[in-house]
Protein backbone atom coordinates (compact mmCIF):
# COMPACT_ATOMS: atom_id res chain seq x y z
CA UNK A 1 0.00 0.00 0.00
CA UNK A 2 1.67 3.02 -0.86
CA UNK A 3 2.00 5.84 2.12
CA UNK A 4 -0.72 8.55 0.80
CA UNK A 5 -3.31 5.44 0.79
CA UNK A 6 -1.82 3.91 4.06
CA UNK A 7 -2.12 7.66 5.85
CA UNK A 8 -5.48 7.96 4.62
CA UNK A 9 -6.52 4.65 5.94
CA UNK A 10 -5.17 5.22 9.56
CA UNK A 11 -6.74 8.56 9.76
CA UNK A 12 -10.11 7.57 8.80
CA UNK A 13 -9.16 4.38 11.30
CA UNK A 14 -8.73 7.40 14.10
CA UNK A 15 -11.53 9.38 13.43
CA UNK A 16 -14.05 5.91 13.48
CA UNK A 17 -12.85 5.61 16.98
CA UNK A 18 -13.18 8.97 17.70
CA UNK A 19 -16.77 8.83 16.70
CA UNK A 20 -17.50 5.82 18.46
CA UNK A 21 -15.91 7.51 21.78
CA UNK A 22 -17.70 10.86 21.58
CA UNK A 23 -20.87 8.73 20.67
CA UNK A 24 -20.75 6.29 23.53
CA UNK A 25 -19.46 9.49 26.30
CA UNK A 26 -22.85 11.19 25.00
CA UNK A 27 -25.24 8.58 25.20
CA UNK A 28 -24.31 6.25 28.55
CA UNK A 29 -27.80 6.17 29.73
CA UNK A 30 -27.99 2.22 30.73
CA UNK A 31 -25.26 1.08 28.65
CA UNK A 32 -22.63 2.25 31.45
CA UNK A 33 -21.48 -1.11 32.69
CA UNK A 34 -18.96 0.06 35.88
CA UNK A 35 -22.66 1.48 37.22
CA UNK A 36 -24.59 -1.87 35.88
CA UNK A 37 -26.56 -3.01 38.45
CA UNK A 38 -25.86 -6.69 39.89
CA UNK A 39 -26.94 -8.82 36.93
CA UNK A 40 -29.23 -11.03 38.58
CA UNK A 41 -31.66 -10.57 42.09
CA UNK A 42 -33.09 -7.19 41.30
CA UNK A 43 -35.65 -5.81 39.73
CA UNK A 44 -36.14 -1.57 38.70
CA UNK A 45 -38.50 -0.21 40.95
CA UNK A 46 -39.23 3.47 39.30
CA UNK A 47 -37.11 5.98 37.78
CA UNK A 48 -37.82 9.69 38.73
CA UNK A 49 -37.12 12.79 36.92
CA UNK A 50 -34.64 15.31 38.60
CA UNK A 51 -34.25 19.38 39.24
CA UNK A 52 -32.27 20.41 41.84
CA UNK A 53 -28.92 21.84 42.66
CA UNK A 54 -25.17 20.74 43.39
CA UNK A 55 -23.58 23.03 46.12
CA UNK A 56 -19.92 24.14 46.47
CA UNK A 57 -18.06 25.37 49.27
CA UNK A 58 -14.58 27.16 48.56
CA UNK A 59 -12.46 25.92 50.92
CA UNK A 60 -9.51 28.32 50.00
CA UNK A 61 -8.07 26.78 46.82
CA UNK A 62 -10.82 24.99 45.06
CA UNK A 63 -14.56 24.30 45.15
CA UNK A 64 -15.74 21.21 47.52
CA UNK A 65 -19.14 19.62 46.90
CA UNK A 66 -20.84 19.22 50.31
CA UNK A 67 -24.37 18.46 49.19
CA UNK A 68 -27.55 17.97 46.78
CA UNK A 69 -30.74 19.54 47.24
CA UNK A 70 -33.04 18.38 44.46
CA UNK A 71 -36.78 17.81 43.69
CA UNK A 72 -37.97 14.35 42.27
CA UNK A 73 -40.65 13.76 40.13
CA UNK A 74 -42.99 11.21 38.38
CA UNK A 75 -44.34 10.15 35.10
CA UNK A 76 -46.79 12.91 35.55
CA UNK A 77 -44.20 15.45 36.49
CA UNK A 78 -45.51 15.65 39.84
CA UNK A 79 -43.32 16.20 42.32
CA UNK A 80 -43.08 13.09 44.91
CA UNK A 81 -39.60 13.18 46.96
CA UNK A 82 -36.52 15.50 47.62
CA UNK A 83 -33.11 14.87 47.87
CA UNK A 84 -30.78 16.07 49.67
CA UNK A 85 -27.57 14.89 51.80
CA UNK A 86 -27.30 14.05 55.46
CA UNK A 87 -25.53 16.72 57.16
CA UNK A 88 -22.39 14.36 57.99
CA UNK A 89 -21.80 11.06 56.86
CA UNK A 90 -22.01 8.07 59.48
CA UNK A 91 -20.31 4.88 60.43
CA UNK A 92 -21.32 3.35 57.22
CA UNK A 93 -20.20 6.17 55.25
CA UNK A 94 -24.05 7.33 54.27
CA UNK A 95 -24.79 10.57 53.12
CA UNK A 96 -27.20 11.08 50.19
CA UNK A 97 -30.79 10.58 50.91
CA UNK A 98 -33.79 10.65 48.98
CA UNK A 99 -37.24 11.07 51.04
CA UNK A 100 -40.49 10.24 49.99
CA UNK A 101 -43.97 13.81 50.04
CA UNK A 102 -46.36 11.85 51.83
CA UNK A 103 -49.57 11.84 49.89
CA UNK A 104 -53.15 10.71 51.38
CA UNK A 105 -54.71 10.43 48.20
CA UNK A 106 -52.48 8.17 46.48
CA UNK A 107 -51.61 6.56 49.64
CA UNK A 108 -47.58 7.39 49.63
CA UNK A 109 -46.56 7.47 53.24
CA UNK A 110 -42.97 8.63 53.94
CA UNK A 111 -40.05 6.71 53.16
CA UNK A 112 -36.44 7.06 52.65
CA UNK A 113 -33.46 5.64 51.60
CA UNK A 114 -30.00 6.55 52.42
CA UNK A 115 -26.77 5.37 50.07
CA UNK A 116 -23.34 5.03 49.57
CA UNK A 117 -21.59 5.86 46.48
CA UNK A 118 -19.99 2.32 44.68
CA UNK A 119 -19.37 3.62 41.45
CA UNK A 120 -19.25 6.63 38.84
CA UNK A 121 -18.66 7.59 35.34
CA UNK A 122 -18.07 10.49 33.69
CA UNK A 123 -20.25 11.62 30.84
CA UNK A 124 -19.03 14.86 29.29
CA UNK A 125 -16.88 18.08 30.38
CA UNK A 126 -19.99 20.07 32.00
CA UNK A 127 -22.42 17.66 33.70
CA UNK A 128 -21.70 15.87 37.01
CA UNK A 129 -20.97 11.78 36.54
CA UNK A 130 -23.47 8.96 36.54
CA UNK A 131 -23.34 7.05 39.77
CA UNK A 132 -24.31 3.79 41.52
CA UNK A 133 -25.17 4.04 45.03
CA UNK A 134 -25.73 1.28 46.88
CA UNK A 135 -28.57 1.30 50.13
CA UNK A 136 -27.40 1.55 53.38
CA UNK A 137 -30.67 2.48 55.19
CA UNK A 138 -33.93 2.21 53.65
CA UNK A 139 -37.20 2.40 55.57
CA UNK A 140 -40.85 2.78 55.16
CA UNK A 141 -43.61 2.81 51.96
CA UNK A 142 -42.25 0.43 49.23
CA UNK A 143 -44.09 2.88 46.85
CA UNK A 144 -40.72 4.84 46.39
CA UNK A 145 -38.13 3.59 48.69
CA UNK A 146 -38.64 1.33 51.04
CA UNK A 147 -36.29 -2.22 50.42
CA UNK A 148 -34.43 0.00 47.86
CA UNK A 149 -31.04 -1.93 47.44
CA UNK A 150 -29.15 -0.05 44.22
CA UNK A 151 -29.84 3.41 43.13
CA UNK A 152 -28.34 5.14 39.82
CA UNK A 153 -27.84 8.33 38.37
CA UNK A 154 -28.03 8.86 34.76
CA UNK A 155 -28.37 11.14 32.04
CA UNK A 156 -27.07 13.89 34.13
CA UNK A 157 -26.42 17.66 32.60
CA UNK A 158 -24.51 20.06 34.43
CA UNK A 159 -23.66 20.15 38.27
CA UNK A 160 -20.68 20.85 37.94
CA UNK A 161 -18.43 23.07 40.51
CA UNK A 162 -17.66 26.61 39.30
CA UNK A 163 -14.69 27.15 37.30
CA UNK A 164 -13.36 30.29 38.37
CA UNK A 165 -11.27 30.74 41.75
CA UNK A 166 -11.32 34.73 41.16
CA UNK A 167 -12.92 36.83 44.06
CA UNK A 168 -13.72 33.85 45.57
CA UNK A 169 -13.14 34.01 49.55
CA UNK A 170 -12.55 31.00 51.78
CA UNK A 171 -16.07 29.41 52.71
CA UNK A 172 -18.26 31.12 49.53
CA UNK A 173 -21.21 28.79 48.70
CA UNK A 174 -22.47 28.47 44.84
CA UNK A 175 -24.98 26.01 43.66
CA UNK A 176 -25.22 24.32 40.41
CA UNK A 177 -28.18 23.54 38.78
CA UNK A 178 -28.54 20.01 37.55
CA UNK A 179 -31.11 17.54 35.85
CA UNK A 180 -30.97 13.62 36.00
CA UNK A 181 -32.93 10.46 36.22
CA UNK A 182 -32.66 8.43 39.16
CA UNK A 183 -33.58 4.75 39.12
CA UNK A 184 -34.56 2.68 42.32
CA UNK A 185 -33.92 -0.87 42.20
CA UNK A 186 -35.25 -3.55 44.84
CA UNK A 187 -34.34 -6.83 45.58
CA UNK A 188 -36.51 -9.15 43.31
Not at 42 to 66: C, D, I, M, S
Not at 68 to 97: F, I, M, S, W
Not at 120 to 137: A, F, H
Request: charged fraction near 15%.
Amino acid sequence: MNTPLRLAATLLALLSLALCAAATARDLGDSTSSIDIPRYGYELGHTLHVKGYQHYRFNGTAWVGFNATANLYDQHKQEVCVHYYLLQADALGRQPTWESLPNKMRGVLCSSVTCKSVAQVGVDQVSIPCVLLKSTQSAGNEKYFGGVAFVRRINTKHGLAPISTKRAHEGDVKKSTYTCDYSFYLPA
